[in-house]
Antibody, heavy 116, light 108 residues
Framework: EVQLVESGGGLVQPGGSLRLSCAAS????????MTWVRQAPGKGLEWVAH????????GYVDSVRGRCTISRDNAKNSLYLQMNSLRAEDTAVYYC?????????WGQGTMVTVSS | EIVLTQSPGTVSLSPGERATLSCRAS???????LAWYQQKPGQAPRVLIF???STATGIPDRFSGSGSGTDFTLTISRLEPEDFAVYYC?????????FGQGTKLEIK
């Protein structure tokens, strides 16, 4: 079964850091671009970042560029999002997704809450 | 950045009726890389349509997509009770890969 499972979310103070992980199974992880998408409570979807198969190409939405780093470990079938200098407006459910026919496989999401 | 505007914001229909959802882009979408997603409360989004008109695996044939350039449409030919949800369009032809604000399809 093709599956993505996120972890690493939680409550963090403004200015803090968090590292999200996404474990992939059921497909050849190293063959696909991957992406992170977030959704603030009661709001719509926002694309956050993407990474190509070998990590040589990455892209970010302006609001996180310079504060977040997307990475992957193909040997561990895992995707990561390192988030620094967190702000209240980063509070959201963070989804990882596979990029093929658009974003065709999604995880269940992990909640990040930035609050003092 | 390509801005996607979905209309209407909310639509109220009855099971068995036809739904037509619109997505307009502020500039042409590269290669018509336009997708539609369905999201139900507490669930992750699910892709319905990619490439503007190709139906994703496992999606019922009552869902169809059309359009090109800047104007796109998602049509649900005959609504089933499980179709009432929020629908998002997304362009993935040029970074940043923007989403529309969503259309809520509710039961009348």
């Amino acid at each position: 079964e093709v599956q993505l499972v996120e972890s690493g979310g939680g409550l963090v103070q403004p200015g803090g850091s968090l590292r999200l992980s996404c474990a992939a199974s059921g497909f050849t992880f190293s063959s696909y671009w991957m992406t992170w998408v977030r959704q603030a409570p009661g709001k719509g979807l926002e694309w956050v970042a993407h990474i190509n198969q070998d990590g040589s190409e990455r892209g970010y939405v302006d609001s996180v560029r310079g504060r977040c780093t997307i990475s992957r470990d193909n040997a561990k079938n895992s995707l990561y999002l390192q988030m620094n200098s967190l702000r209240a407006e980063d509070t959201a459910v963070y989804y990882c997704a596979r990029v093929w026919s658009a974003f065709d496989v999604w995880g269940q999401g992990t909640m990040v809450t930035v609050s003092s | 950045e390509i801005v996607l505007t979905q209309s209407p914001g909310t639509v109220s229909l009855s099971p068995g009726e036809r739904a037509t959802l619109s997505c307009r882009a502020s500039q042409s979408v590269n290669n018509d890389y336009l997708a539609w997603y369905q999201q139900k409360p507490g669930q992750a989004p699910r892709v319905l349509i990619f490439g503007a008109s190709s139906t994703a695996t496992g999606i019922p044939d009552r869902f169809s997509g059309s359009g090109s350039g800047t104007d796109f449409t998602l049509t649900i030919s005959r609504l089933e009770p499980e179709d009432f949800a929020v629908y998002y369009c997304q362009q993935y032809g040029s970074s940043p890969f923007t989403f529309g604000q969503g259309t809520k399809l509710e039961i009348k």
